[in-house]
């Protein structure tokens, strides 16, 4: 296949690996975003890099699922904050509704709230309150706007908002920017969850393999990966760290099955959650 930057051929390729395993990832909505190309596109992921996407990427979908879960359940009013969105259903898989703010390119948030739209009158979707907003989140002027967009919205409601799958697309003084962001609006009891990559990724097989993979797909061979721990840049201020796991962690959490091992064969990703303080 050649390169493509299609928004179907890459975006929505995380919903394949969810769509494949619902009983792991509780996402019966993934497949909507699904078509014939990305199917394709994801066998090929499958052979090149690992086989293991429908069962890491469902992983990861449970744990944000869980983090918001247990935040609704303190925090009925809770806002999600969905910092680059994509096609994720969040806001639809939760027992309580879940007012959403989303946060993704232009292109991507208009085409995600007409098709979500088309859903819902068609009775596919629950109704949900989420706002959607346009942000290219490697820009810091757009930060900035986003910044007072958010403040308006929250209003000073507890929220949780997750980085899924973007710390490491993202410059680290860009992703330092968001943490700042966050830590001035977020009131107390207020979570922060993400994944990340840890240095030593740079590395790993399956890691060299996905870059490469990117690359040739996608024109990635420029990008530089953030590749970072939080125990040695430190929790940002007015945060503790209240989880942290790994992949591994997560199939034992949630799965009988025991795929990912041995580590030299799997996407090595990190997961962790902070939670606002009053300092």
Excluded at 51 to 64: K, S, V
Excluded at 108 to 118: A, G, I, M, S, Y
Excluded at 176 to 193: G, P, W
Aim: glycine share 4%; with cysteine; proline share 5%.
């Amino acid at each position: 296949m050649g390169r493509s930057k299609h928004i179907s051929q890459s975006a929505f390729l995380v919903n394949e690996s969810r769509a494949r395993n619902v009983a792991l990832s509780q996402d019966p909505y993934a497949k909507f975003w699904v078509s014939d190309a990305t199917r394709r596109l994801w066998e090929e992921f499958a052979r090149e890099v690992y086989p293991f996407d429908d069962t890491e990427i469902p992983l990861r979908n449970r744990f944000y699922l869980g983090v918001l879960e247990a935040g609704l359940f303190l925090h009925p009013d809770m806002v999600l904050i969905n910092l680059g969105a994509g096609f994720t259903s969040y806001p639809f898989l939760t027992e309580w509704p879940c007012a959403c703010i989303e946060v993704d390119f232009e292109r991507v948030v208009n085409f995600k709230r007409l098709k979500t739209d088309e859903w819902k009158r068609k009775g596919l979707l629950p109704n949900r309150d989420i706002e959607f907003v346009a942000c290219d989140l490697s820009k810091r002027i757009e930060i900035a706007a986003l910044r007072s967009r958010l403040e308006r919205e929250l209003a000073g409601r507890i929220s949780a908002a997750f980085l899924e799958g973007i710390t490491y697309y993202l410059e680290s003084a860009i992703l330092s920017d968001l943490f700042a962001l966050l830590r001035d609006i977020q009131t107390e009891e207020s979570l922060i969850a993400f994944d990340f990559w840890t240095p030593d990724a740079a590395e790993h097989p399956v890691h060299k393999r996905f870059r490469k993979f990117f690359a040739d797909r996608f024109g990635h061979g420029e990008t530089k990966y953030n590749l970072f721990d939080p125990a040695l840049l430190g929790i940002p201020d007015g945060y503790r760290l209240v989880q942290r796991t790994d992949i591994v962690e997560l199939e034992r959490r949630y799965s009988d099955k025991k795929q990912l091992l041995p580590p030299e064969e799997i996407l090595p990703e990190h997961y962790a959650v902070l939670e606002r303080t009053d300092g």
